[in-house]
C-alpha cells in the first residue's frame, strides 16, 4: 500500500488545520461527490486541502507497535506511528519558500566510512552516502549570498538540488550542533560548473567558521567538477499537495459516484 519515501498526510493534521482556518469544511465532507462538494464549499476537496498547507510527512518503514502499520517523519525531525486509518491520503511536497539561508558543508561524498555518524548521510532509496565537514561535532553551516533557488539565486532551479534525501542528519538550524533523537531530511544542492557562492564576513555564521578554518572552506568536487552542499528540507517551509483518495480511511469510497471517484484518484494507494 506505502513504500518507503512516500509522502502523506495524517488525518489529524486535517482536523486541526480545519479548526484553525475556520472553515466550514468538516472531515464527514469529503466522502461528499464532488459536484455536491464543490457547489457547496466553491472549491475541488484537493484545492481545499491544499490552500491549508498541510504538513507533509513521509514513509520511512513500517512499525513495530501492534497498534500502527507505519513509521513517518516529517521535516522538523519528529517521527510518529501511524495506522493505515490515521493516514488520510498520500500526498507530493511542496516548498512554501524558495529561500534555505544556511547550508552546510559537505565533507566527503560516498565516503567509504564516517568520522562522526551522527553527521554522517545514508539514504536507504538512492544509496547516498556522505559526510558533512565539522568543527568540534558542530555542522559547518554558512549562510551565502543570494541563498534562494530561482533565476537570480544562488541554485538557479529545483534541477540543482538532488533527489530528497533520507536518513540524514539532523542539526539544529542556527548553530549546526546535532540532534540524535531527531530524523534528517535534505537535499545536497549542486553547483554549476564554474560557479562558487560567496560570503559576507558580517554573518556570525560566516565569520566563526572563516576564523575557525582560516578562510571559508569549500565543498569537495564531483565527477562533474560541481560543488556540493547539504540542505535540510526544514529550510524550505514544505508543505503537502494531495495525490491520493481523498476521503477519511474510516469511510471508505463506498458512497462516492463513481465519476467522483475516478477524478480524486490520481494514483493508486
Known amino acids: 500500500m506505502y513504500e518507503i519515501g512516500q509522502g502523506i498526510i495524517q488525518v489529524s493534521d486535517v482536523v486541526t488545520a480545519l479548526r484553525r482556518s475556520d472553515s466550514p469544511v468538516g472531515l464527514e465532507h469529503f466522502d461528499l461527490p464532488i459536484p455536491t462538494f464543490m457547489a457547496r ?30 513509521r513517518a517523519v516529517h521535516a522538523n525531525g519528529e517521527t510518529v506511528h501511524l495506522s493505515n486509518a490515521e493516514i488520510f491520503c498520500t500526498a507530493e511536497l511542496r516548498h512554501g519558500t524558495n529561500r534555505f539561508q544556511r547550508w552546510a558543508v559537505i565533507n566527503k561524498l560516498n565516503p567509504e566510512s564516517f568520522a562522526i555518524k551522527q553527521l554522517a548521510g545514508d539514504c536507504p532509496i538512492t544509496q547516498t552516502k556522505f559526510e558533512l565537514l565539522n568543527r568540534v561535532q558542530f555542522a559547518v553551516l554558512l549562510q551565502p549570498k543570494q541563498a534562494t533557488v530561482g533565476p537570480r539565486g544562488l541554485i538557479k532551479s529545483q534541477k540543482e538540488l538532488g533527489p530528497l534525501l533520507f536518513n540524514t542528519p539532523h542539526f539544529n538550524q542556527y548553530h549546526g550542533k546535532f540532534i540524535k533523537s531527531k530524523y534528517g531530511l535534505g537535499y545536497l544542492a549542486k553547483l554549476p560548473k564554474g560557479e562558487s557562492p560567496e ?59 463513481i465519476t467522483g471517484c475516478d477524478d480524486l484518484i490520481k494514483r493508486s494507494l
Open 41 to 70: 464549499f466553491q472549491g475541488t476537496p484537493a484545492e481545499i486541502i491544499t490552500e491549508l498547507s498541510i504538513p507533509i510527512w513521509f514513509i520511512i518503514g513500517k512499525s513495530n507497535r501492534k497498534t500502527a502499520d507505519w
Open 199 to 257: 560570503y559576507t564576513f558580517t554573518h556570525r555564521n560566516n565569520a566563526v567558521n572563516h576564523d575557525f578554518f582560516g578562510s571559508y572552506p569549500t565543498s569537495p568536487m564531483n565527477d562533474d567538477d560541481q560543488l556540493i552542499y547539504y540542505i535540510p528540507l526544514e529550510y524550505f517551509e514544505p508543505y503537502a499537495v494531495p495525490t491520493g483518495t481523498l476521503a477519511p480511511k474510516t469511510h471508505g469510497v463506498i458512497n462516492w459516484c
